[in-house]
């Protein structure tokens, strides 16, 4: 990778041009070497976000196994399911890290007494803006580069998403090193190294957000798509990952 990586370390913002050839360059380049060069490039001023589904834990292996020590973190909503957080729980002691708690400003209280109730019931993408976006956009303030989980073949929305990419929103690099991977070879990972995951996957949830926005699908679990989030309306993501499905809060 060498003669593409010499001229952008000089620099830390990317042309469009460099971004296309990194971007050709990564679709036959496997998600440990992707994070090695992320990490040569930005250091500890890169981070991995995790929601602890399938492709998150496989993320966080191979930052142990390629020797990448950089800040793993989380958006907690307040909202979480028990088997979440003691999935969490279950990484740290086999890696032995503590990963980052990012909470929101507003207490799950504050929001009741200003929005009403159930505010996820009436109006997620301000909700999703309160407890995801905001606390994001803080956390990404003085960092580079931030590594995510998302995979094409999650969903519609996310099938055209890049490996590396300029995010408009929080000002930093994106990385998402398995965007090109199916679930079938994530879960093939997860079992070939008997990593820890969410039960709930085991019981029709292929994808495991708040409790209030998740629901059991008739789906397997390699299938990991985004079915089961937002039951009952036309919303697909909570806008981290894509800012035009949060509508700024409103
Ligand atoms: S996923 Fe649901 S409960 Fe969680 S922040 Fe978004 S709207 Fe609120």
Redesign the pocket.
């Known amino acids: 990778m060498q003669d593409v990586l010499e001229p952008i370390l000089k620099t830390d913002k990317f042309s469009s041009t460099e971004l296309n050839q990194l971007n050709q360059q990564f679709e036959t380049t496997d998600p440990g070497e992707i994070l090695s060069w992320v990490y040569e490039t930005f250091g500890t001023e890169m981070v991995l976000g995790t929601g602890f589904g399938s492709s998150g834990v496989f993320l966080i292996h191979q930052l142990q196994t390629y020797g990448i020590d950089i800040p793993v973190f989380y958006l907690d909503?307040n909202?979480l399911f028990d088997s979440t957080y003691e999935l969490k729980d279950r990484i740290e002691a086999r890696y032995n890290i503590d990963i980052t708690r990012v909470t929101p400003e507003l207490s799950l209280k504050k929001q009741a007494d200003r929005f009403g109730d159930e505010?996820?019931k009436r109006n997620?993408?301000q909700?999703?803006f309160?407890?995801?976006v905001l606390p994001l956009r803080n956390y990404l303030s003085d960092k580079k580069a931030w590594v995510t989980g998302i995979r094409r073949s999650q969903s519609d929305t996310r099938n055209q998403v890049r490996i590396v990419d300029w995010d408009e929103e929080n000002d930093v690099i994106k990385i998402n090193p398995v965007a090109h991977w199916s679930g079938k070879k994530i879960w093939d990972e997860i079992h070939r190294h008997n990593l820890p995951y969410n039960p709930m996957h085991d019981e029709g949830y292929p994808s495991i957000?708040?409790?209030?926005?998740?629901q059991p699908v008739n789906a397997s679990k390699e299938s990991d798509d985004r079915n089961g989030?937002?039951n009952g309306t036309d919303k697909t993501e909570?806008g981290i990952h894509f800012p035009e499905h949060y509508k700024n809060g409103s």
């Open positions: 909503t909202l505010l996820w997620p993408n909700c999703c309160y407890r995801k957000g708040c409790i209030p926005c998740t989030r937002w909570c």
